[in-house]
């Protein structure tokens, strides 16, 4: 038999905290699932360039100008600019990478910073 004074359960303080938490995260996710699709998207156009036959014969101007187009069209030249896209020469190639960081407020003065770099090789 149990006591008649015996309470169960989480008390309204726990609900609270508990809610308080699941707000939180549900924020910080609503907010940064868009920077890492966009993330994602440039990844895939950096890695596309690999794959465009036409460019391995391209200076870095072409090659900043198509990768310039690709932003473009996937809407997301906002997070990262042209003049980002870094060049190096390795071994029968070039190495095209860009390094960017993006910012997003989540509340009062709490921002979170997100950063990347993308990298492929454009062979000769």
Do not use: C
Request: proline share 3%; hydrophobic share 45%; aromatic share 8%.
């Amino acid at each position: 038999m149990r006591a008649p004074g015996r309470q169960q359960g989480m008390t309204l303080i726990g609900w609270v905290l508990t809610l308080i938490v699941i707000g939180f995260a549900a924020l910080v996710a609503l907010r940064l699932v868009p920077v890492y699709m966009d993330s994602f998207t440039v990844g895939s156009i950096v890695s596309g360039l690999q794959e465009d036959p036409g460019l391995s014969s391209q200076d870095r101007g072409g090659i900043r100008e198509a990768f310039r187009k690709r932003l473009d069209i996937n809407d997301v030249d906002t997070v990262v600019k042209p003049s980002a896209l870094k060049f190096e020469e390795v071994a029968g190639g070039v190495r095209v990478y860009v390094d960017y960081e993006q910012r997003v407020h989540l509340i009062g003065n709490l921002d979170a910073v997100a950063t990347f770099h993308k990298e492929t090789v454009i062979r000769n």
